[in-house]
């Protein structure tokens, strides 16, 4: 959400996986919904996954096993 918001997807399950933008080709194990300027604050390392979920800007839904295995991967 927000000014520079939209839907976003990575894909991992799919051979070679892929990123872009709009709905993604497969259907997703999970969603992960934020607004945009916390987005870059988490990806550039000013924010903390599990701060960011904790605190509520970051929502999760579906496999919450997998959602954790992703925060390694930030």
């Known amino acids: 959400s927000g000014e520079e918001g939209g839907t976003w997807y990575i894909d991992l399950k799919t051979k070679g996986g892929s990123a872009g933008f709009g709905k993604p080709p497969v259907t997703a194990d999970v969603v992960m919904s934020m607004s945009s300027a916390d ?4 990806f550039t390392g000013k924010l903390k996954p599990t701060l960011a979920f904790m605190s509520g800007k970051l929502r999760i839904k579906g496999n919450m096993t997998l959602a954790i295995k992703l925060e390694k991967m930030l």
Not at 39 to 42: G, P, Q, S
């Open 39 to 42: 987005f870059v604050k988490m």
